[in-house]
């Protein structure tokens, strides 16, 4: 059973950093792209950036220059950190990844104050 826990979600006011953390178990982390999301309450999850067996990172405009994907596959963890947050960046963070099927955690609020 492939299962995401991540931790790091709190409320931080703006202009302040963050670092999200998804751990994984039961699959083959390391051949695997992981996947950040976020929802805001009334809007749909949004893909905020994921992160390829390679390394190669991609990210949202929303977030671009702002946030920091990573990956340490020895611990079988990717990483998010997350500066120069906005109001705006309010959601729940869901960590993701397909391995024959979609796999999700349970999510992590963040919430930024203005």
């Known amino acids: 059973q492939v299962q995401l826990v991540e931790s790091g979600g709190d409320l931080v006011q703006a202009g302040g950093p963050l670092i999200l953390s998804c751990a994984a178990s039961c699959f083959i982390f390391s051949g695997n792209a992981m996947y950040w999301y976020r929802q805001a309450p009334g809007k749909q999850r949004e893909l905020v950036a994921w992160?390829?067996?390679?390394?190669?990172?991609i990210y949202a405009d929303a977030v671009k220059g702002r946030f920091t994907i990573s990956r340490d596959n020895a611990k079988k963890t990717v990483y998010l950190q997350m500066n120069s947050l906005k109001p705006d960046d309010t959601a729940v963070y869901y960590c993701n990844t397909i391995f024959g099927a979609a796999y999700w955690g349970q999510g992590t609020q963040v919430t930024v104050s203005s």
């Open positions: 992160i390829t067996a390679s390394g190669r990172t």
